[in-house]
């Protein structure tokens, strides 16, 4: 199959205030895969389709209906024709729905939970034009919802609609839950996982280390708010924890630079833990049109052709 | 440490400022809700425990720069060791020559110096001595050694004073200084002349003691010599004098004598009679010749210092006065005329023709109202006359010559514009010399003086003694080389008014002379008083022939001059040789004290004395503060501590 590209559209540059004031996550989706203007790709697995892909020699084993016989009349020898696989490319799309992720700085900037909706959304929009299958996993403290991989054109709407969900857990349990979900993924998908990380990377790193092993692909999305990596608070105040309800008497100005050190180290620790394993680690902030979420998904999909 | 400006310490409230900042940010409990504190609470006791201290050092520097600005403001210094500023003293001692009598100048110093004997060190002592007028002997400072001396060295003067101008001047400058206790000594003999005129209603500045030494017992024996007047006699001279006696009856000894002398040319015994004035005439017999003074003294009582007078006489033959001819109006030469009837007036005046070639004599008097004076050589011999200390009289007529040679003094004379009443002299300035004699009588004589024509004088070139308008002089005077001129902006003559057949003419012509020859209206000399400024009839050598001053050396004087003490002066002026008898006051010579009772006291201020208001830089703290200059180290402290504070403040607030 040929990669195709529909004609592309004069789209206006996108900004988060444009993002944020569509309100349904089809909408933004849309927007979203708009702005990106992608094409269909194929697959890089190679398959019993009827497109060419290579010769090999006949192996015992083979199934004999997939002998060339008129090359074996020319050069008579035993050759297998091998064709692209044309079976879909299955992507999961992961959101973490815990409390940390309701966050916005600001009014007129979207919570991160929103913005890695709107992105994954897009992607399942991305998924489907190019036909691929697609599924959609909620985390939490546990799974909280489940969708599995399809390629069924009704898939899109259920997968916004799991994004959609209203559900949203209260802590973070990255580790434990991507592992279970590693279990209940078909095998060989792509792992598109929009998350905040506030999880230890070393704890991390067996449910990294179990996608890799089930033939998983990863595109990790670290879904930041601009005062999460700024950390430009002026006055003093009380500090609470989102997830946890702790509270902390905080002159900012104070843990200023230690905090942006901290952030920085922890960055570095998930990417650390995301590339060494060959998948893709993204960091993305809330007030920029998430376009290289996309683009990288496009990137990874064209590089499994 | 003491301040010069305390008030400024206030500023140290500003402290609180960045106090209640720092306060308010650390109790700032706005909840915010994070994502996550894992990053939070893991860094922060550390960088709260170093952010905490550095947020303390900005706040004490911050804290200390605004202290130093106070302090460098409030400019400390160090007082002087011992000195605690508490006390000032201002001794205020009427030295007018009453105080010379008996021991009551010693008696007064004695009782300040043991009213002072109690300041410490650190006290400030000031000196000031009411006569002539109000005058510091050694302003109030913690010096107390040199006030001392300046106390001890002080003597009583010849002069006559009032002494409420003295004690309020203390009392201002008492209350404008800090000080726990001011306090001022006043030592005198509370003679009646002396509190004359005071308004004891009206007491001194708040906050000011007033310790007042006693009333001193009275004087036993005193009297004094006025002056006396000199006439020509058949005998010679006639001297008229009185001997007032002040106290009750007795008698003394009366020695005349010529200065310069010692032998008396009269001596006699004076009855006085209790509290009597006594008139004498005394025949000075022998010839008179020329220029002459006399010493009249009693024998010594308790105030001796008003019991010697000098009287002085220079001759008659001396004045000269030189007329220019008429103006040919064929008219008579009233002015001619009027001199000639002078012959009965005193002084005689000797008139002559202005000489028609040869120099004019200096000590002569010249009235010129022909223009041909002004004119060729006459005008020449005229600048001469004036360059070498003669005066004149001028009337101006108008004429050309006069006219260039008044312009070329910067005295352009211009016409004035006459009405159908003609025009009138008025503004008479009344404290001139001449116009106080012309009108001693009467001041109808000073009205009256109508003129057909006149020619009015610059305001801004002459002394005015009258006007005819505000800008125009009717009658003015100036100087002219080493003499003066009298411009008499009319005629005189019947062309121009009625005046020189008017009664005040003559007395007018012949008070002119006289004033220009500077002597008064017989053959002895015009006498002065002690203190007060008269005229002399021009620049030279002055030195004093007896009395208090005949030690000291000649000085040379130009204008006037207002002697200190009494004697018999000499001016000499190039070959010309002028005495001088200078009195003393007369009312200085009345021991009277005040009565009844001691008002003075009631000067003293019974309200309490509002610090603020009276708060003044005191004159020694400046110099104390000046030597130390410790506001500038306050400043570069100050200026150091926000240097330092800046870049850790910076790191407080990423």
């Known amino acids: 199959m040929a990669v195709t590209t529909p004609p592309r559209r004069d789209v206006p540059p996108l900004d988060m205030a444009e993002l944020a004031a569509l309100e349904s996550l089809p909408l933004r989706a849309r927007r979203l895969a708009d702005a990106v203007g992608a094409g269909r790709h194929r697959s890089r697995r190679k398959g019993a389709s009827l497109e060419f892909a290579d010769y090999r020699d006949y192996q015992p084993g083979d199934e004999l209906r997939r002998v060339d016989w008129r090359l074996y009349a020319r050069t008579d020898r035993l050759h297998i024709r091998e064709t692209h696989e044309d079976t879909p490319l299955r992507v999961l799309l992961v959101l973490d729905v815990s409390a940390s992720m309701h966050y916005a700085s600001r009014p007129g900037l979207l919570s991160k939970l929103d913005f890695a909706r709107a992105s994954l959304g897009a992607l399942a929009l991305l998924a489907r034009r190019q036909r691929e299958a697609c599924g959609a996993a909620l985390l939490g403290d546990d799974i909280l919802r489940y969708l599995a991989p399809s390629a069924s054109p009704a898939r899109l709407r259920a997968v916004w609609g799991t994004l959609d969900a209203p559900d949203a857990g209260q802590r973070t349990a990255l580790a434990e839950t991507l592992g279970r979900l590693a279990e209940a993924a078909p095998r060989a998908c792509l792992f598109v996982i929009a998350s905040d990380f506030y999880e230890d990377p070393a704890a991390l790193e067996p449910a990294v280390r179990r996608l890799r092993f089930e033939r998983h692909d990863v595109l990790a999305l670290h879904v930041i708010d601009p005062a999460e990596e700024d950390f430009d608070y002026a006055d003093p105040g009380l500090f609470v924890d989102a997830e946890s309800g702790e509270r902390l008497a905080l002159d900012p100005a104070a843990a200023a630079q230690a905090y942006r050190d901290a952030f920085r180290t922890h960055r570095t620790a998930l990417e650390d833990l995301f590339r060494p394993n060959g998948f893709d680690y993204l960091p993305l902030r809330t007030d920029a049109p998430p376009l290289d979420a996309l683009g990288a998904y496009l990137a990874r999909r064209a590089g499994q052709v | 440490m003491s301040w010069l400006f305390p008030g400024f310490l206030t500023a140290l409230l500003a402290i609180g400022l960045p106090l209640v900042l720092h306060l308010l940010r650390k109790r700032a409990r706005q909840p915010v809700v994070f994502p996550s504190l894992r990053f939070l609470a893991a860094s922060l006791p550390q960088n709260a425990s170093r952010h905490r201290l550095r947020r303390r050092i900005v706040l004490a520097l911050r804290c200390l720069a605004l202290a130093l600005l106070a302090f460098a403001f409030a400019r400390p210094f160090v007082a002087r060791a011992g000195r605690r500023g508490g006390r000032m003293v201002v001794v205020v001692l009427d030295n007018t020559f009453s105080l010379q009598a008996g021991t009551r100048w010693q008696d007064t110093l004695d009782w300040a110096k043991e009213r002072i004997g109690t300041l410490e060190s650190g006290?400030?002592?000031?000196?000031?001595?009411?006569?002539?007028?109000?005058?510091?002997?050694?302003?109030?400072?913690?010096?107390?050694?040199?006030?001392?001396?300046?106390?001890?060295?002080?003597?009583?003067?010849?002069?006559?004073?009032?002494?409420?101008?003295?004690?309020?001047?203390?009392?201002?400058?008492?209350?404008?200084?800090?000080?726990?206790?001011?306090?001022?000594?006043?030592?005198?003999?509370?003679?009646?002349?002396?509190?004359?005129?005071?308004?004891?209603?009206?007491?001194?500045?708040?906050?000011?003691?007033?310790?007042?030494?006693?009333?001193?017992?009275?004087?036993?024996?005193?009297?004094?010599?006025?002056?006396?007047?000199?006439?020509?006699?058949?005998?010679?001279?006639?001297?008229?004098?009185?001997?007032?006696?002040?106290?009750?009856?007795?008698?003394?000894?009366?020695?005349?004598?010529?200065?310069?002398?010692?032998?008396?040319?009269?001596?006699?015994?004076?009855?006085?009679?209790?509290?009597?004035?006594?008139?004498?005439?005394?025949?000075?017999?022998?010839?008179?010749?020329?220029?002459?003074?006399?010493?009249?003294?009693?024998?010594?009582?308790?105030?001796?210092?008003?019991?010697?007078?000098?009287?002085?006489?220079?001759?008659?033959?001396?004045?000269?006065?030189?007329?220019?001819?008429?103006?040919?109006?064929?008219?008579?030469?009233?002015?001619?005329?009027?001199?000639?009837?002078?012959?009965?007036?005193?002084?005689?005046?000797?008139?002559?023709?202005?000489?028609?070639?040869?120099?004019?004599?200096?000590?002569?008097?010249?009235?010129?109202?022909?223009?041909?004076?002004?004119?060729?050589?006459?005008?020449?011999?005229?600048?001469?006359?004036?360059?070498?200390?003669?005066?004149?009289?001028?009337?101006?007529?108008?004429?050309?010559?006069?006219?260039?040679?008044?312009?070329?003094?910067?005295?352009?004379?211009?016409?004035?514009?006459?009405?159908?009443?003609?025009?009138?002299?008025?503004?008479?300035?009344?404290?001139?010399?001449?116009?106080?004699?012309?009108?001693?009588?009467?001041?109808?004589?000073?009205?009256?003086?109508?003129?057909?024509?006149?020619?009015?004088?610059?305001?801004?070139?002459?002394?005015?003694?009258a006007l005819w308008t505000p800008e125009a002089v009717a009658i003015g005077e100036t100087d002219a080389g080493h003499g003066r001129l009298l411009l008499c902006g009319f005629s005189p003559d019947r062309r121009a008014s009625e005046w020189p057949v008017q009664g005040t003419f003559v007395p007018f012509i012949h008070r002119a002379v006289v004033y220009l020859f500077g002597a008064s209206e017989s053959g002895e000399t015009a006498a002065a008083r002690v203190g007060t400024a008269f005229s002399l009839p021009g620049a030279g050598s002055w030195r004093a022939l007896d009395g208090p001053a005949a030690a000291a050396p000649p000085v040379s004087v130009a204008g006037s001059v207002v002697p200190d003490a009494p004697g018999l002066y000499e001016l000499t002026v190039g070959a010309e040789r002028h005495l001088f008898p200078v009195h003393l006051s007369a009312d200085e010579s009345d021991p009277a004290q005040w009565e009844p009772g001691t008002p003075w006291t009631d000067l003293v201020s019974t309200r309490a004395v509002a610090q603020g208001k009276t708060r003044t830089v005191p004159l020694g703290a400046v110099e104390s503060e000046q030597q130390g200059r410790l506001w500038w180290w306050l400043l570069g402290i100050a200026a150091l501590a926000l240097a330092v504070e800046l870049p850790v403040a910076n790191r407080t607030s990423r």
Not at chain 2, 153 to 168: F, G, I, M
Not at chain 2, 190 to 209: E, I, K, M, N, Y
Not at chain 2, 260 to 271: C, F, K, Y
């Open chain 2, 123 to 465: 006290d400030r002592l000031g000196v000031l001595v009411v006569a002539p007028r109000p005058t510091w002997l050694l302003t109030p400072s913690a010096d107390t050694v040199s006030a001392l001396r300046a106390l001890e060295t002080a003597r009583p003067s010849w002069h006559s004073a009032r002494v409420e101008p003295a004690l309020r001047l203390a009392a201002e400058v008492l209350s404008a200084m800090p000080a726990g206790e001011r306090e001022i000594v006043f030592g005198g003999d509370h003679q009646r002349v002396g509190w004359f005129g005071t308004d004891f209603a009206r007491p001194l500045a708040a906050g000011v003691s007033v310790s007042f030494a006693d009333v001193p017992a009275p004087l036993a024996r005193q009297a004094a010599l006025a002056p006396p007047s000199l006439e020509r006699s058949d005998a010679g001279l006639r001297a008229r004098l009185s001997v007032r006696n002040f106290t009750g009856a007795h008698r003394r000894r009366l020695r005349v004598t010529r200065v310069g002398t010692t032998a008396p040319i009269v001596e006699l015994d004076v009855d006085l009679g209790d509290r009597e004035t006594r008139s004498l005439e005394v025949e000075l017999a022998g010839a008179i010749s020329g220029t002459a003074g006399f010493r009249f003294a009693l024998d010594a009582d308790d105030l001796p210092a008003d019991d010697v007078a000098y009287a002085a006489w220079r001759g008659a033959g001396g004045r000269r006065v030189l007329l220019d001819a008429a103006p040919d109006h064929g008219a008579a030469d009233f002015l001619r005329t009027a001199l000639q009837s002078t012959t009965d007036l005193k002084p005689a005046l000797q008139v002559s023709p202005v000489p028609p070639s040869a120099a004019w004599p200096p000590d002569a008097v010249a009235l010129l109202r022909n223009d041909a004076s002004f004119a060729g050589d006459a005008a020449q011999r005229l600048d001469a006359f004036l360059l070498a200390g003669g005066s004149a009289v001028v009337f101006i007529g108008g004429g050309p010559a006069q006219s260039r040679w008044l312009a070329g003094r910067g005295l352009a004379a211009r016409a004035v514009a006459a009405d159908e009443h003609g025009l009138r002299v008025h503004n008479w300035t009344l404290d001139h010399p001449l116009v106080t004699a012309f009108s001693q009588s009467t001041v109808r004589l000073l009205v009256g003086w109508r003129f057909r024509e006149g020619w009015g004088l610059p305001a801004d070139a002459v002394n005015p003694l």
